[in-house]
């Protein structure tokens, strides 16, 4: 490929990433045209990311040769007009210059020619430049810090140079190696050297899980950049556009961004600046050595000897050489290992503190503990090297934290705890409440317990943070732990302390160590059968206190994993969390897996006759059922659960139970969204036989419904089924465009429950509200409309988050008005926050089919014709891969693609 071929597509590639979809034609063709090996499929193909797909597919791309015209052929038989249309605006008389200027300027210094975006340091620095200096959360290296200067030198060299692979961030780099070797410290060493050649502008992330990365940007944006989290109109704005934002600030400028302990691929990938025109310098420290995108990386392995020496003299703060034969004896005896040597000079620090003390009597103390561990049957074989060396440090150090007459076995309980929880943001209130000897006196426990946490402290066992709330503790300072733990057989007893502290105080902060503790005793059928109601309750406080479905969906199924293994499959417990786990993805939009999920569970309630569920249970997982098959296309499916559940509840309890109510409401709104409830669309007509057998006519279920609610309203604020049940009576009327009556039920519904303390009957008034909203789109007042819709937009904004999918309907429902009061630009601008929050928390909701759709009618609206039809294409090809060639969203689909294109022919003429 040419270069101005390269740079175009490197100049575009947000765009195009934005309009190409993986597409198996295209795929095809490039194949054919020996553009694409099979290896070049396989690698793509086993990325799951599809935004990542497509980035790759470009890098790929741009490394073939004459590949520019065979790409565009292949994405126009594909029929991705929006990317055809891109690369074929390229102007190749606009890069002749700059490419022969760049040739003159690589062919005189040797540098590299390939498509790079590496920014150089600036020399000077100016007085306005270091009034701008962002540094956040950086922190200096420990005072022992000493020596790594080849690697300081070979880091910043990997970062300035970049990766000599095309890629959208060359200047990424990653140092990467085992726990306790001293990753964090040389970062913060590298600030602290090469700081100013970043003009000062250091910004240190927190890249343990998806939610410390997330505090971490909303910090930095709110109290260092002065980024509102609203967007004008006083709604909490879209994380993704948080993240542009911060990223946006620093163009123009150096900066360095450091990801700190990076675990996760995925987690990660979201917040880098892979769609950036001028991004950061990424800095990463992690384990991993393997990643998704392309980056420089630095192996850092033990200290060099003489490093190792200066460590320990520092850390003793011995100043002569008089030791100096001793301390190489240290030296080699922990290996050179960093987190081994700080643990020696905190322990022979705390022992001076009490009677003189050399390093030759450690070293003695070393050698027995050693011993010990070797002869033991129980060694730690699957250990390396290294992590031996810290077990018997760690071993000597909990030894004398054990001996300590005050506190030492309160400290020791404490330690053996935590290393079974999630190693960071443990919360110091639920340790300094425990009750570990059974006094019955609180004040005192808690004093002990202050004194046994301090104790830890200075022994560096585990790490404080500011404010004092959390501590957290090394990953391999835990490991050593749990083996000692499994060689005394004392696993068990501290699974049992651990669990009960936290079930006794589950909140959020602590579902995730909850589930740590539980994971590591899996193979403990009492334990786990003994806190199996603490299972349940985690699962209820994620359903009431949280709207992150992907991280409620992990939690529920650690815990049902672990309870599977020790339960027969009709154990209640279990069933519940079965059923929790398949409302999280009919919510999420994984409808397959709902529907699997409540189907099994409803044959083992069939099979097995159990009684423990309620009939309200029952019901719902029937009704959720219907619902996820409806989602999948399958009208006949779902409809007959809906008339099974109408007649089985109508038996039992009369016509004017709520679930009743709610069974035949949810068939009339099915069969009004099908076309009208007297005559659904050609097509159906087995839905509309199923319906003609099932009890009243399609006039009687009106009256039906309108009498039942009449007989029934007082109950909405008294009980919340109720409230739920007249919102979709409320939503059936309003399909059937009676509006009058949709408005009247919705405003009851509204009125009573706007002020209710009841969580459900909160968000069914909130969800009346938005359809009086919807109401007044239908009859042209748009102006009460989209102050109807911002109101809902707060409200879920405020009970719900950002993220939930009713914050995101209610914010497209606000984009709609806008663009019908002739906003529409600033309407499509925010259209890109609400899909990209879709694509991240509900990547295969029917809502984000939707959403699209909209964005594509939008861009018909706009004049960007070609990028219309090339998006419906695009989607349409999924839903067909998704739902299969039935699936009722293609008819409109095909509608609008049908429209445009005669447009475009006419255009054309």
Not at 237 to 253: A, D, L, N, P
Not at 819 to 835: M, N, P, R
Request: net charge negative; with cysteine.
């Amino acid at each position: 490929m040419e270069e101005c071929e390269k740079k175009h597509i490197v100049e575009n590639l947000s765009k195009l990433v934005n309009v190409t979809s993986w597409n198996v034609t295209t795929i095809a063709v490039l194949q054919g045209s020996g553009t694409f090996g099979l290896d070049d499929i396989s690698f793509l193909k086993s990325i799951p990311d599809e935004r990542q797909k497509i980035w790759e597919f470009y890098q790929k791309i741009m490394t073939k040769s004459n590949s520019y015209q065979h790409l565009i052929a292949a994405l126009q038989i594909g029929c991705q007009t929006g990317a055809v249309f891109i690369l074929n605006a390229l102007d190749r008389n606009k890069y002749t210059l700059e490419v022969e200027q760049r040739a003159n300027s690589c062919s005189s210094s040797g540098t590299d020619k390939h498509v790079q975006t590496v920014k150089q340091p600036v020399a000077g620095t100016s007085e306005s430049q270091k009034k701008a200096a962002v540094r956040f959360e950086v922190i200096k290296p420990v005072k022992l810090f000493t020596g790594r200067e080849k690697q300081l030198e070979d880091l910043h060299k990997k970062l300035q140079q970049g990766t000599t692979k095309l890629a959208v961030i060359s200047q990424m780099a990653t140092i990467a190696g085992l726990g306790g070797i001293g990753k964090t410290e040389l970062a913060r060493r590298y600030i602290q050297k090469y700081g100013k050649e970043y003009d000062n502008n250091v910004i240190w992330i927190s890249a343990q899980t998806e939610q410390t990365l997330t505090e971490s940007f909303r910090k930095l944006a709110t109290d260092y950049l002065k980024i509102t989290l609203l967007n004008v109109d006083g709604k909490e704005r879209c994380m993704t556009t948080v993240i542009s934002e911060v990223y946006k600030y620093f163009e123009g400028k150096q900066c360095l961004f450091v990801f700190d302990n990076a675990e996760s691929n995925d987690d990660i990938h979201k917040f880098l600046p892979l769609q950036v025109a001028d991004p950061p310098y990424i800095l990463i420290t992690s384990r991993d050595t393997e990643w998704s995108f392309s980056l420089e990386t630095l192996e850092l392995n033990e200290m060099e000897e003489s490093e190792a020496i200066a460590f320990v003299k520092g850390g003793l703060q011995i100043l002569d050489e008089s030791q100096d034969d001793v301390i190489v004896q240290l030296v080699k005896q922990l290996q050179c290992f960093p987190l081994a040597l700080s643990q020696a000079i905190s322990y022979i620090k705390q022992k001076q503190k009490l009677r003189k003390y050399t390093i030759c009597q450690y070293l003695k103390e070393y050698e027995t503990h050693s011993e010990k561990l070797l002869s033991s049957k129980h060694s730690p074989a699957e250990f390396n090297s290294y992590a031996e060396t810290t077990f018997t440090t760690w071993k000597m150090t909990t030894e004398s934290i054990a001996a300590n007459e005050d506190c030492g076995k309160e400290a020791m309980c404490m330690l053996n705890m935590v290393s079974y929880f999630q190693p960071d943001k443990i919360p110091t209130k639920i340790l300094l409440a425990s009750n570990m000897n059974g006094s019955t006196d609180v004040d005192l426990q808690m004093e002990q317990n202050e004194h046994a946490l301090r104790l830890l402290v200075k022994y560096s066992m585990v790490n404080i943070q500011p404010k004092k709330e959390t501590i957290s503790i090394h990953r391999l300072v835990q490991e050593v732990i749990r083996v000692e733990l499994r060689r005394e057989e004392q696993e068990e007893k501290t699974w049992r302390c651990a669990l009960e502290l936290l079930s006794a105080r589950l909140d959020l902060n602590c579902l995730i160590h909850f589930c740590s503790v539980y994971k590591h005793c899996s193979s403990n059928k009492p334990l786990a059968i003994e806190f199996k109601t603490s299972t349940v309750e985690i699962m209820n406080i994620v359903f009431e206190n949280t709207y992150k479905y992907t991280s409620a969906l992990r939690i529920v199924t650690e815990l049902k994993d672990v309870l599977k293994q020790h339960v027969s499959s009709n154990d209640y417990h279990l069933i519940l969390l079965e059923i929790g786990l398949a409302t999280l993805n009919k919510e999420m939009g994984n409808y397959e897996n709902a529907v699997e999920g409540l189907e099994r569970i409803l044959a083992i309630l069939t099979e097995d006759k159990i009684d423990m569920i309620s009939e309200g249970e029952l019901f719902a997982i029937q009704i959720n059922l219907a619902k996820a098959l409806d989602e999948l296309g399958n009208p006949t499916a779902g409809l007959t659960m809906l008339v099974q559940i109408f007649k089985t509840v109508k038996s039992l309890n009369g016509m004017n139970h709520f679930n009743t109510i709610h069974a035949l409401a949810s068939i009339a709104t099915y069969l009004q969204s099908l076309g009208h409830l007297e005559n659904p669309f050609i097509g159906y007509e087995n839905v509309k036989d199923l319906v003609e057998n099932f009890g009243p006519k399609p006039l009687e279920i009106v009256a039906h419904l309108n009498t039942a609610y009449e007989n029934t309203k007082h109950m909405i604020t008294t009980d919340s089924k109720y409230a739920l049940t007249f919102y979709k009576v409320a939503l059936f009327f309003y399909l059937r465009e009676d509006y009058e009556t949709a408005n009247n039920i919705a405003g009851e519904v509204y009125e009573q429950g706007k002020n209710s303390n009841d969580k459900v009957v909160q968000t069914q008034s909130i969800k009346c509200l938005s359809l009086r909203g919807s109401i007044k789109n239908k009859e042209g007042k748009h102006e009460e409309a989209l102050k109807i819709f911002e109101s809902v937009h707060t409200s879920y904004s405020h009970i719900a988050g950002s993220s939930d999918i009713n914050t995101l309907v209610s914010k497209h429902n606000i984009l709609q008005e806008l663009i019908e009061l002739g906003e529409i630009d600033t309407a499509f601008e925010e259209y890109s926050d609400v899909l990209e929050a879709l694509k991240n928390g509900y990547p295969n909701h029917s809502f984000r089919f939707q959403v699209e759709q909209e964005i594509a009618t939008t861009l018909f609206k706009m004049e960007r014709f070609e990028e219309s039809l090339a998006l419906l294409i695009d989607l349409r090809t999924r839903i067909q891969s998704r739902f299969g060639e039935t699936h009722p969203m293609l008819t409109n689909l095909d509608l609008c693609i049908s429209k445009i294109k005669l447009f475009l022919m006419e255009v054309n003429r």
